[in-house]
């Protein structure tokens, strides 16, 4: 058992160690102030930027980039969780609704083009990977939206994805996700380009670092 003594500094070094974790993550980053223009973000790298200062952005004053007019049947849509997994998943809408939400700020940049800082809810691909029971924490996943002939892939590494770096929402700045914004669900990730922020998101698979085939 701790004595009262030890777990207050056991407390205490375990925050210590914490923020200085944090400080060291965020050794490259540009603090961003509350009121910056989004203007001035454009072309930027959000991999180099600390934005948990700046403000959510109205979302009238959100652009819109690529695929914009997909029209999802919630009847028909599933979300599929399947590759390096013991029991691969598929859920409806409401399923994904019913999973703990994970809500973050996240600041998206197509860059040249807009930039804007949306408040993100979702589900967290980490808690969907160990229900349907990860094989292996080492890896990347794919993911694609929306299905037919319009698919985009993209590809984040497990570490990242297993920090919450990488989640799929389907709120933003508190209401439903909208059909332009990728609607039912769409990847928020946070120091990537809105390029791979994947809309209408069907389907996540998981793979392994080296595929089977090419190990001698
Ligand atoms: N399925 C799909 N997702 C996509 C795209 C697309 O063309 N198809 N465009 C991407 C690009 S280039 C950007 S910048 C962001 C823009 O997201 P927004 O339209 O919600 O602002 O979506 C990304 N996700
Ligand atoms: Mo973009």
Redesign the pocket.
């Known amino acids: 058992m701790f004595s009262r003594r030890s777990f207050l500094l056991y407390v205490l070094g375990a925050h210590v160690l914490l923020k200085m974790e944090t400080a060291w993550a965020n050794v490259q980053q540009t603090i961003i102030p509350k009121g910056a223009r989004l203007e001035d973000l454009v072309n930027k790298n959000p991999a180099e930027l600390d934005t948990s200062d700046l403000d959510i952005t109205p979302i009238e004053n959100?652009?819109?980039?690529?695929?914009?007019d997909?029209e999802a049947s919630l009847e028909k849509w599933r979300l599929i969780v399947d590759g390096n997994v013991a029991e691969p998943l598929t859920l409806s809408y409401l399923e994904v609704m019913s999973l703990s939400p994970l809500e973050k700020t996240v600041l998206?940049?197509?860059p040249g083009?807009?930039a804007?800082n949306g408040l993100w809810k979702g589900v967290s691909i980490k808690e969907l990977l160990s229900k349907a029971r990860l094989k292996s924490d080492n890896g990347y996943v794919t993911i694609r939206?929306?299905e037919g002939n319009?698919?985009?892939v993209e590809k984040f590494s497990l570490p990242e994805v297993l920090k919450d770096q990488v989640f799929l929402a389907y709120e933003v700045n508190g209401v439903v996700l909208p059909k332009?914004?990728?609607f039912p669900l769409?990847?928020v990730a946070q120091n990537h380009?809105?390029?791979?922020?994947?809309?209408?998101v069907y389907r996540v698979t998981v793979h392994q670092e080296t595929p089977p085939e090419s190990r001698s």
């Open positions: 959100f652009g819109v980039m690529g695929l914009e997909y998206l940049i197509c083009v807009f804007y939206g929306p319009y698919e985009k332009k914004h990728g769409r990847v380009y809105g390029s791979e922020w994947v809309k209408y």
